[in-house]
């Protein structure tokens, strides 16, 4: 799965999402909406640049100036999910260390102990009221 991400727009940008389950599909569409740039190192002028028209895979359809496109993205969605994967294993891993540095931390324990019960209960340390 690839997304194809476009900030258009010259004063107030939007952002504009696409989605592609085919490479060589999301890759034609970002060629499509990239070529602003590649026609300003050829010395074409903006004006003369045409509309762009892409359809997305789920629907989406998206037709604008070449000339108002301020950025592309392409992502790959696959690569991107293992980041988040990479990212939360690493941030469960930052949690058990701090963990373990409290629990060998004299001043830290005792602080964290005297805290006392999360709630209050009417229920007394027998089970009696």
């Known amino acids: 799965m690839y997304s194809l991400t476009i ?5 107030h940008s939007v952002v504009w999402t696409l989605m592609f389950r085919d490479e060589e599909k ?3 569409a970002e ?10 190192l050829g010395g ?10 892409i359809t997305d895979d789920f629907g989406q359809h998206v037709i604008l100036h070449q000339k108002d496109i301020i950025a ?7 690569k991107s999910k293992l980041a988040h994967i990479e990212r939360a294993l690493n941030h469960a891993h930052m ?6 540095t409290v629990e060998s ?4 324990r005792i602080s964290r ?13 027998n089970g009696r009221m």
């Open 7 to 11: 900030v258009f727009g010259q004063n």
């Open 44 to 53: 074409i002028s903006e004006n003369n640049l045409p509309l762009i028209d």
């Open 95 to 100: 949690q058990a260390d701090m963990q373990r």
């Open 26 to 28: 999301a890759k034609d």
């Open 113 to 125: 102990n005297m805290q006392g019960p999360s709630m209050i209960s009417p229920i007394g340390p």
């Open 72 to 78: 592309v993205m392409l992502e790959d969605m696959s």
């Open 105 to 108: 931390d004299p001043k830290l």
């Open 31 to 40: 060629r499509s909406a990239f070529a602003r740039y590649k026609s300003a």
